[in-house]
């Protein structure tokens, strides 16, 4: 795109005044954010991981890093007895060496789980399965792990419990105490890791991202009330554009709750689904970039926000084509950096709601 364009399109995306310099002229967003005391950073694919390209984006841009699948059971547990930490090694390596924290995602969850879970995992023996698990895994990365994702996406309130809790297989097999078996055995295992609780639909100002807050702020209240060891709030971030524009208070009193509870707040997998979004490319980084100014700036406001992270840092690399793709059949575009590995509106975006927030 011409640079006047360009200009043109970040000053419609909202008081986005930073002309997008190249990159050795640039201060890096992992400065940018550590200025304001916090981590930048994102999800990184074992395949980016292996491309020079990436690695040397990522090192000058990122504090923070997290794998986007090779933490997982289906990952790292792919036989009862057998544990491969390859690729999960292999992020841990690099971000030694660029000097980047790891995010450790996830302990516990519904979803990629082993192929051999459900025929081997029962009621008397889920409680031991996952403790074990937990205890290898946090061992076996103990002292190099920022923060755990200890249980990801444990409410569901449309599963209809009173509790708001999800009927996932850990909570069928091993009933509502496995989420405190996980915090309590990653506790032991890594006393260093900030043990985390990660969860979407948690930002919109709807009845159902309301009451989602409602049975997520209940199950952290109850953890402490428990002294079980949650320390963080994962606000997993995966925004939709849309054409009109978001409220926040919902959202806004979720954090002072949170606060309340004194749990450090990270944003964990930003990303913004374009869906609804004309087809033209200008138009559309504009309106997902003024969607990441919009929430960033409001997510700001909460002092014990302490890393914010996207979910892939490439466009063509995002999991939305697969998961939610675009009518029209054009690719998604909801990361900071295209294809090209240049910056789009949405990483000036980033720059720019982390040089205005208030000082922390
Ligand atoms: C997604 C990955 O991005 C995909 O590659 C994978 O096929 C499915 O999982 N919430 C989470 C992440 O906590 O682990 C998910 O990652 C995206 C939604």
Known sequence: MHRRDFTTHLLRAGALAALPLPAAERQPLRDVANARHLLAGAAVSYRELQREDCRALLAREASILVSENDMKWQSIHPAPDRYDYTRADALLAFAKTSNAKVRGHNLCWHQQLPRWFPSTATSGNAGELLRAHIAEVAGHYAGRIHSWDVV????????GRSDGLRKSPWLELAGPSYID????TAAKADPQAILTYNDYDLEQDTEAHEA???AVLALLKGLRARNVPVQALGIQSHLVA???PYQWSGFHRFLDGAEKLGLTIFITELDVDDTALPADIADRDRQVAACYQDFLSNALKHHNLQAILTWGF????????????????????????DGQLQPKPAYFAMEQSIEAAPRR
């Open 181 to 184: 078996l996980a915090f309590t």
């Open 242 to 244: 849309s054409t009109s």
């Open 314 to 337: 490439t466009d063509p690399d995002t999991w939305l084509n697969h998961f939610h793709p675009r009518k029209d059949g054009t690719p998604q575009r909801p990361l900071p950096f």
């Open 212 to 214: 989602k807050r409602r």
């Open 152 to 159: 990801n996406e444990a409410v569901f309130v449309e599963d």
